[in-house]
């Protein structure tokens, strides 16, 4: 992506693969923005949308008409930065009116050199994206917008496709760090311990954890599994996260690990992906995928429905009707747990024989509804179940060693007779 930061609006173009355009004017910084155009659907939360990792290499069109409306700030962000590669709105506010607004989102885009267009048809732009597809587009601005059409159809056509694209790694940090429950309202020593692997992870998800008195150590999405277990971790967590999942290769044997240990496992979005693929299941690209703050899910074991928070473009491939034994055995049986109500994808899946389960939605909900908060306290259950059958393990193992030998070698004689 180019850009120049300048405010001054400008004719502007988005251009898809396919060959068709919409005209606007510029908003952010001008230049030439390069991606995939996806829909979001949230109504609020914009601002926790353009800086979610997951949306690393995407342009985003919002479908609610007006953006900006509430400026930004300092608080609601979700990560380090502005992840969209490009941004696409009908009405932006001419002015924020909100009194938590510290800027306007024009120019925090313009500050960040994020490439946007406004005045665009967004409603026709998302009818046509769900025929379509999701599929790769530009947005040129300024000068780049003069330039032949068939130049730029050519250009956009050119670039990496979503397919294949390994992203983790970029958007994850590189220094390890630590979320303190002590920090967030916690009271008293903490609870567990999570060694969370950020493979694009929201801010506000290791928030929910020390909320309920959960240290988190947050690491890089190359952590090795004597990484995870030099944190002395109760359980493993892996976020959201940008990308194809059937690049994840490295995390996906690092999970193995995770699950072979019998450490109790909790994954969301990307995670899902990745548990999936850990128990030998495939995974395939949506048509244009899941992306707003209303998607229903069903909870199949409660029969209870969630209004969920979903960003993601890829989806698990395992069967509906279960439970099943997972392809890699060793791992016993497995189930879907959720589903999308909208089309039947998979949204959730439960190992039933090992201390594991993820959800492909956003259970941390920022921003969104919180229906799925109680995800969070279910991964507690787990990481106590497993304390308490280890510690039962423990002290059987310390009362059979402290009895006697001539009443062990006894028994053993009975036995034997």
């Not at 900006?68 to 380090?80: F, I, L, P, Q, Y």
């Not at 220094?175 to 801010?203: M, N, Q, S």
């Not at 690990?257 to 548990?275: M, R, S, Y």
Request: proline share 6%; net charge negative; hydrophobic share 40%.
């Amino acid at each position: 992506m180019s850009a120049e930061t300048t405010s001054a609006t400008a004719p502007a173009l988005l251009v898809l693969e396919d060959g068709r355009t919409f005209r606007g004017r510029s908003y952010g910084a001008q230049g030439t923005a390069l991606g995939e155009a996806v829909f979001a659907t949230g109504m609020t939360g914009y601002q926790e949308t353009i800086t979610d990792p997951s949306y690393a290499r995407q342009l985003v069109v919002q479908t609610a008409p007006h953006i900006g409306n509430t400026g930004v700030n300092d608080e609601d962000a979700e990560s380090r930065k502005i992840w969209v590669a490009g941004y696409v709105v009908r009405d932006p506010a001419r002015r924020p009116s909100n009194w938590r607004s510290e800027r306007s989102l024009d120019d925090e885009l313009v500050n960040q050199g994020i490439v946007g267009i406004q005045g665009v048809d967004t409603r026709a732009l998302t009818r046509h994206l769900r025929e379509r597809g999701a599929m790769k587009a530009g947005i040129f601005s300024g000068e780049a917008a003069g330039r032949p059409a068939t130049e730029l159809v050519a250009e956009v056509a050119a670039q990496p496709s979503m397919e294949g694209a390994r992203l983790a790694e970029e958007v994850s940090v590189t220094e390890a760090y630590v979320v303190e429950p002590a920090d967030h309202g916690w009271e008293g020593e903490p609870r567990f311990t999570v060694a969370a692997l950020d493979l694009g992870i929201k801010a506000m998800t290791p928030i929910r954890f020390a909320e309920r008195g959960i240290r988190v150590h947050v690491l890089p999405a190359t952590a090795t599994f004597e990484d995870v277990q030099a944190v002395s971790p109760d359980g493993m967590f892996m976020s959201n996260g940008p990308g194809d999942p059937a690049t994840a290769d490295r995390q996906v044997l690092l999970l193995r690990k995770v699950l072979d240990a019998g450490l109790p496992f909790f994954g969301i979005c990307f995670g899902n992906q990745i548990l999936g693929r850990a128990l030998g299941f495939g995974t395939y690209k949506l048509r244009y995928g899941h992306r707003g703050i209303n998607v229903p899910v069903m909870d199949r074991r409660t029969g209870k429905v969630e209004i969920t928070s979903q960003n993601h473009g890829f989806a698990v491939d395992a069967p509906l009707d279960g439970p099943t034994l997972a392809p890699e055995e060793r791992f016993g049986r497995v189930e879907v747990s959720h589903v999308c109500l909208n089309d039947d994808v998979v949204e959730g899946l439960a190992c039933l024989d090992i201390p594991a389960f993820s959800v492909q939605f956003h259970p941390e909900a920022a921003a969104g509804p919180h229906d799925a908060a109680t995800l969070f306290d279910r991964f507690s259950d787990l990481m106590d179940s497993r304390r308490t059958q280890t510690g039962t393990a423990a002290e059987g193992a310390a009362e059979t060693a402290s009895q006697p030998a001539s009443a062990t070698t006894s028994e053993t004689t009975k036995e034997s007779k």
